[in-house]
């Protein structure tokens, strides 16, 4: 067998695991947000699995360069996959679909007119350096929002996912860049297919081995509210009681900065253990879901005080712990439905 008879075997094999991976995400989680992006993320691979080629230089053709377009555009998906992946709440947004058109038609006119008028390389190394920082961006966002994901199997699997994932793209971008011009590479070509069906290979095995609602949340699921346990151990309900003094009484979420790892250390018990203790039984996902409930339950209590009606609602915002204005607003409209400035006035009205 020929390295170009291997390279396009490896090809097809990635490319048919991707499009199986996305018609059962399709199936089974299109109702989520982040079962979605998988869909999309899966069929953006598949068209890089399908064109990727270090070294080549030549024009374009017609029929390649929405591929490639639809590869490149890629990188913002994965981007808002690793978001909704720690993120229950997550809402796309216009301007999301605006920056994936904005990548995928700078691909798709690199394509067509920029490389064909003589500037392959420029062509090649600026798409490059675009998917690279969004590649930044995705690992930056699995960083920050590591500690708060209170799902033990979806933070080994997110970080398995993403740093995969980012490993592979950045690489391939580098060896785009430097390998521009300098001809078709075979055994490079087939190498990266290798090493792509690998990543897809063990992704998919990987995600066998957790739950579809750890990963895909159906949207009864996602919720800012507490669930109250099922069943809960002596040991367990002397914690949560002692948890929720510190959170009802102390008022602890106001306090900057706080983090999952410092409430462990009031709490004299190890970081897994209270992150456990939190998603198994007190029914969050999300660290952050679970400081910004108690926040907003006290914002709602001042907005409803006719004491503190002239108090202005960013002020309101900083005593409860949110940091500004904007997120307040957000997860306080998310909770409500209602801005505070409108559930402020509407229970105004009712007195």
């Not at 989520?32 to 990727?52: D, N, Q, Y």
């Not at 029929?63 to 229950?88: E, K, M, Q, Y």
């Not at 996912?161 to 950045?170: C, D, M, Q, R």
């Amino acid at each position: 067998m020929t390295l170009a008879t291997a390279d396009i075997a490896l090809r097809a094999a990635s490319v048919a695991l991707l499009l199986l991976l996305a018609a059962s995400f399709i199936r089974d989680f299109r109702a989520s947000v982040v079962g979605r992006l998988a869909v999309a993320f899966a069929l953006g691979s598949a068209a890089h699995a399908a064109t990727s080629a270090i070294g080549a230089a030549s024009p374009i053709s017609g029929w390649h360069a929405p591929l490639i377009a639809l590869s490149t555009g890629n990188v913002v998906v994965f981007w808002l996959f690793t978001r909704a992946l720690s993120n229950d709440a997550f809402v796309l947004r216009w301007w999301h679909a605006s920056i994936w058109l904005a990548v995928a038609g700078f691909s798709f006119v690199n394509c067509l007119w920029i490389a064909r008028a003589g500037s392959v390389r420029l062509a090649i190394v600026a798409v490059n350096l675009l998917a690279l920082g969004f590649i930044v961006l995705a690992v930056g966002q699995m960083i920050v929002s590591w500690s708060a994901d209170l799902v033990e199997s979806r933070r080994r699997l997110r970080i398995f996912i993403v740093s995969a994932a980012a490993l592979y793209g950045g690489m391939n971008a580098i060896l785009q860049i430097v390998g521009t011009g300098s001809g078709e590479a075979p055994v490079a070509n087939a190498v990266n297919a290798a090493v792509l069906l690998l990543i897809v290979a063990t992704i998919s095995i990987a995600m066998m081995q957790v739950t579809a609602r750890d990963l895909f949340p159906a949207a009864s699921d996602i919720s800012l509210s507490a669930k109250p346990p099922a069943s809960e151990s002596g040991a367990d309900q002397k914690l949560i009681d002692t948890l929720m003094y510190l959170m009802t009484d102390q008022r602890i979420y106001r306090h900057d900065n706080i983090t999952i790892g410092t409430l462990a250390t009031r709490l004299s018990i190890p970081e897994y253990r209270l992150r456990r203790l939190i998603n198994q039984r007190l029914g969050y996902r999300n660290f952050n879901a679970f400081l910004n409930d108690h926040r907003i339950a006290e914002a709602k209590a001042a907005l409803a005080d006719p004491a503190q009606v002239e108090v202005p609602v960013i002020t309101i915002a900083m005593d409860a712990g949110f940091q500004s204005l904007g997120p307040f607003n957000r997860a306080f409209k998310a909770t409500t439905g209602v801005t505070p400035s409108e559930y402020r006035r509407l229970n105004a009205l009712a007195v």
